[in-house]
């Protein structure tokens, strides 16, 4: 089993940045990814950064250039930095980690920007 508990979220201008970071504990050596989704009400959770357990990172497209997922590894923490934030950005985010086994999920933390 592997826990995750999100933070960073809030209300911030258009424009400004966030940093979401991610704690895991547990079986987190048979990690093979962990990555942030969002969700906004109405519609699927989408995937909006990953990275892999060789280090490889992928971004959904409205994100790219903007947002920058890194993991510290001695931390057992996986970040989204998010910069140039815009109202479609807003959504509630969560942290997602993939074993062999499973997904495991976050509770999410609420991201609102004001423009």
């Known amino acids: 089993q592997v826990q995750l508990v999100e933070s960073g979220g809030g209300l911030v201008q258009a424009g400004g940045s966030l940093r979401l970071s991610c704690a895991a504990s547990?079986?987190?050596?048979?990690?093979?990814?962990m990555a942030w989704y969002r969700q906004v009400p109405g519609k699927q959770r989408e995937l909006v950064a990953a990275i892999y357990s060789g280090g490889s990172t992928i971004y959904t497209d409205s994100v790219k250039g903007r947002f920058f997922i890194s993991r510290e590894n001695a931390k057992n923490t996986v970040s989204l930095q998010m910069n140039s934030l815009k109202p479609e950005d807003i959504a509630v985010y969560y942290c997602n980690a993939v074993d062999d086994i499973s997904h495991y999920w976050g509770k999410g933390t609420l991201v609102t920007v004001s423009s």
């Open positions: 547990g079986s987190i050596f048979r990690l093979n990814a």
